[in-house]
């Protein structure tokens, strides 16, 4: 809570400065404000002189290229500018509006020799803008680019629904991205260039579901390494790019409401309320009571001295049937450029919030038994229910930005966001190991913050030299108090319903969890970049180094309650009257503490590079360089189990070499071929280091580390060629295979029973990936001119992985020829998109799949888990309302096809998730 108010009153604080001290009065001229760029690359072009022609106003460009023309008078007018080793270039008709901002960006043309001025008007000279900025095509690497124009012409309300629509990428359970079949662990997730640490327990990928589109500039995703990336990824490196400041002063409001055809007027498990889920916050009611605390792991205390334990816990037990309402969201933002004590600042503050009901429905679970072959695995302990959750998101922004003559600028970003998911699930079925009908329920709540303060300095030193400095802070938390796992003994109610009867008061039937993940990391980094040669085709030589360090703390309690005094009648009252302390008083409740543990985590990383950028001729351009890393981490965990306390340390210490080479062959000026080899590596998950023991009893199985795990190398080669006929159109094809040495697996463990296997963690010995990349973005004006507001995009990957499993250690129980978890044979991306000339009107139809994808290696004889494809149509139309009024109808997941877990025959999970719509606004003030 005191985060959340330190941020607001900063952003407040930070608005207040930001706004000028004027009063927005009638003013009789305008601005002209914008960047002038590199036609060929889209680099800012920092020192050029732009004068308007006729009057005695003149502006330079500051380092990012952005320049501002002041007091410039009403009417039509045009604007020159010069730059030594550019052609100069003279910008006509532009139409500047007394009190308003027109933004211009202009592209220049490198030159060695001094050209004659090319004129051109200010509509044609945005298309040739919009071309040098296509950030895919200028990249030195293979990169995938989400622009927030693209963001908002989908029905994406995140960085995880946005981020599926790049080639090859899919995303699990709505967060966790998948990229090119490989899992989510060889995927990496920075927010503004600075990694941010993963409030997952078990999973190294950020989830960005935690990011809203709101807040979001583009997202980059970036599928080659370069020496000047950290180098512990192979699928990809996710970059998000928070909001920069705009041209002019903007405000926004918008606002939405929805429904879930699964779950509005619906009836579902709902869980309890303390007062501020709402606010995507816990409250002090769950947090773990001051006796459970004091007591610690429960070492040395009677039964009789855990009694005021056992009698503090919240009584809460179940939960409860209702009605469903609507869903809702709605944002401010504001933004601009404004002096402040005489020095101009951009600004940029944004706030959004969402609400939203959610549902499992028709949901079942099994476990699969062996047969006589693993096509005749059959089900076991399958229960059937549904799950209920009201999921809230929201977060903030404020990045400031100022520039100190034409050769430095400096930047502020800040930003914090919150996310909490509070859920009841109840499911039923019969229990093979005892032959008992049983009753489950789950109570939830998970709340989960991503916060991250930036400070980034770039500096023009020469015509030659540049460098660049960023230092930042992060921190991510993952709270889940008071977990509630309930199980009663269930009976038929006559109607052919299995309804709760009695608790079954044995060993896991009455828990309460009590976890907390907290990590925060410290990065720096200083680059120097050095431009040798002719302007029109320099040599770029850069260094740099950077060090970060992440410091994690893990803890997890359980806390479990049996009886064996208690009879079945006395079992049949409800759990809130079992457990109200009557009971427990009189010494016939028993508490046992789970299987718990605590571990913390040191991360150290140092790395410094070399790459140099080199055009070979005119049409060759070669990046190759190298990257050092030398990494520490040290994972020691407490493990309670009984009386017992034992320390288990794990280390994994190595220093690297990663090498990368690319060729970049520019067969004409819009068609180019690329090539590129590296290594890179994978680290193992903090969590995946530390034997820490969890048990579900949702699906029956007990999960625990290895800390003998060691980090994956992968060798990576890349091919693609890419054609941009047009503004806004390309077609690339593209190839790439990746070896792994030693990558990491999820594996299962037989456990003795035979019924509910284990989960842990292996290095495998070896593994390979390829495939087949293909991208197409058309307008259809080459059909019939009237068709020329229809753009057609798709991305296919088709993509194929053998591992070759060690036969050594707990991984020589899995099936020895299969593809890597999280594999798909393919990704198909696809959509159409209609924009009117005057871009109010616009719409879209997206659809999505991925094929079946590994789940969990089998045992043998028992096949692997692969969830099925499922088939995703989304629609969106934005359309004007009055003046700067606009409306905004999305449509998700329209097929409603059901997420389906398949172990051989067995249907291990299976559910449904509704159909969204919402109707939302947006109002601008400029």
Do not use: C
């Not at 004027?22 to 305008?30: D, I, K, M």
């Not at 003279?90 to 027109?102: P, Q, R």
């Not at 512990?232 to 996710?238: I, K, L, W």
């Not at 495939?771 to 507001?789: C, I, Q, S, T, Y």
């Amino acid at each position: 809570m005191h985060t959340i108010s330190r941020f607001s009153l900063s952003l407040l604080a930070g608005l207040a400065l930001a706004l000028p001290l004027a009063p927005l009065s009638a003013q009789e001229n305008g601005r002209i404000v914008g960047r002038v760029v590199d036609a060929e690359q889209g680099n800012p072009i920092a020192g050029a002189d732009l004068e308007v022609i006729g009057a005695a106003i003149t502006a330079i460009t500051a380092l990012d290229g952005r320049y501002a023309l002041q007091d410039v008078a009403a009417g039509p007018v045009s604007v020159r500018v010069r730059m030594l080793g550019f052609a100069p270039k003279v910008v006509t008709g532009l139409a500047v509006t007394a009190g308003k901002t027109v933004a211009q960006d202009i592209a220049l043309a490198a030159s060695a020799v001094q050209l004659a001025e090319i004129s051109v008007s200010a509509a044609a000279e945005r298309g040739s803008v919009n071309r040098a900025l296509d950030e895919q095509r200028n990249a030195p690497g293979i990169v995938n680019a989400v622009s927030a124009e693209q963001i908002g012409r989908s029905p994406d309300s995140d960085a995880g629904q946005a981020v599926q629509r790049v080639s090859g990428v899919s995303v699990q359970d709505g967060r966790y991205v998948i990229v090119r079949g490989l899992g989510e662990r060889y995927t990496t997730t920075s927010l503004n260039g600075a990694r941010i640490p993963s409030p997952e327990p078990e999973r190294k990928v950020v989830p960005l579901d935690l990011f809203p589109s709101a807040l979001l500039e583009g997202i980059t995703t970036s599928k080659t390494f370069t020496p000047d990336q950290p180098g512990d990824f192979s699928g990809a490196q996710v970059d998000l790019k928070t909001r920069e400041f705009p041209a002019g002063r903007v405000l926004t409001l918008s606002t939405s409401a929805g429904l879930n055809t699964a779950v509005t007027g619906r009836q579902l498990p709902r869980a309890p309320r303390t007062g501020t889920e709402w606010l995507g916050m816990a409250g002090s009611d769950r947090k773990l009571p001051e006796p459970a605390r004091a007591a610690g792991n429960l070492v040395g205390l009677s039964q009789s001295d855990r009694i005021p334990i056992i009698n503090s816990f919240r009584p809460i037990w179940n939960g409860r049937t209702g009605d469903a309402g609507p869903n809702g969201s709605f944002g401010l933002s504001v933004g601009g450029e404004d002096p402040v004590f005489g020095q101009r600042f951009g600004y940029i503050g944004s706030f959004s919030y969402s609400y939203n009901q959610e549902t499992r429905r028709n949901e079942s679970r099994a476990s699969a038994f062996p047969g006589p072959t693993p096509e005749q695995a059959t089900p076991v302990n399958l229960y059937t229910g549904s799950t209920g959750r009201e999921a809230v998101l929201w977060g903030g922004l404020l990045n400031l930005s100022t520039r100190l003559g034409a050769g430095t600028k400096l930047s502020l970003n800040n930003s914090l966001t919150r996310t909490s998911d509070n859920e009841a699930t109840r499911l039923s079925g019969f229990y093979e190991q005892n032959a008992i009908n049983l009753d489950l329920t789950r109570l939830s709540f998970v709340e989960r913050t991503v916060r991250s303060n930036q400070l980034r300095g770039e500096h023009l030193i020469g015509e030659q030299h540049s460098l660049d400095w960023s230092v930042s802070a992060s921190g991510v938390k993952r709270n889940e108090p008071d977990r509630t796992d309930l199980i009663y003994v269930a009976e038929d109610d006559g109607a052919g319903n299995m309804v709760p009867a009695f608790w079954w008061g044995t060993n896991r039937s009455a828990d309460r969890t009590f976890s907390s993940i907290d990590e925060n990391g410290y990065e720096g980094a200083l680059n120097y970049r050095l431009s040798l040669g002719a302007t029109d085709a320099p040599t770029w030589l850069k260094v740099g180094v950077m060090g970060r360090t992440v410091d994690r703390d893990a803890d997890s309690r359980i806390y479990n309650l049996t009886t064996t005094s208690l009879t079945e009648a006395e079992r049949r009252a409800p759990a809130e009257d079992i457990f109200s302390g009557f009971y427990a008083s009189q010494g016939r409740l028993t508490l046992n503490p789970g299987i718990s543990g605590l571990y913390t985590a040191e991360d150290r990383l140092v790395a410094g590079y070399i790459q140099a950028d080199v055009p070979v001729t005119d049409r060759i351009r070669i990046l190759g360089g190298a990257r050092v890393e030398r990494s520490k981490i040290n994972v020691n965990t407490v493990v309670f189990e009984g009386i017992s306390e034992t320390v288990v340390p794990a280390e994994l210490e190595n220093t690297d070499v990663l090498p990368a080479l690319g060729l970049t062959y520019f067969v004409t000026d819009n068609h180019q071929i690329r090539v590129s080899a590296s290594r890179t590596l994978s680290r193992p998950e903090y969590r995946e280091l530390s034997p820490v023991n969890f048990f579900d009893i949702l699906g029956g199985q007990r999960l625990f580390g290895n800390a003998d795990l060691q980090r994956a190398l992968i060798q990576n080669y890349d091919a693609r060629w890419e054609w941009y006929p047009r503004g806004g159109e390309a077609l690339s094809a593209g190839v790439f295979y990746k070896r792994f040495k030693n990558p990491i697996e999820r594996i299962l463990v037989q456990n003795a029973d035979g019924f509910s296997p284990d989960i842990t963690f292996a290095n495998a010995r070896g593994a390979n990936n390829y495939g087949v990349e293909l991208e197409l973005r058309k307008r259809l004006d080459f059909l019939a001119a009237d068709l020329r507001r229809l753009t057609l995009f798709s991305n296919l990957t088709l993509m194929q992985s053998e591992i070759d499993v060690s036969d050594q250690g707990l991984s020589s129980l899995t099936n020895p020829q299969r593809p890597m978890a999280g594999q798909s044979e393919y990704v198909v991306n696809a959509g159409l998109g209609y924009a009117a000339d005057d871009g109010r009107w616009n719409g879209t139809v997206l659809y999505n799949v991925a094929g079946r994808r590994l789940v969990e290696a089998g045992i043998s004889p028992l096949p692997d888990t692969y969830e099925q494809e499922r088939h995703l149509v989304d629609f969106s139309l934005q359309f004007p309302l009055a003046g700067s009024l606009s409306g905004k109808l999305d449509a998700k997941n329209l097929l409603d096809e059901p997420v389906r877990y398949l172990q051989g025959p067995v249907e291990r999970l299976r559910y449904e998730t509704g159909r969204i719509f919402s109707l939302g606004f947006k109002w601008e003030l400029r």
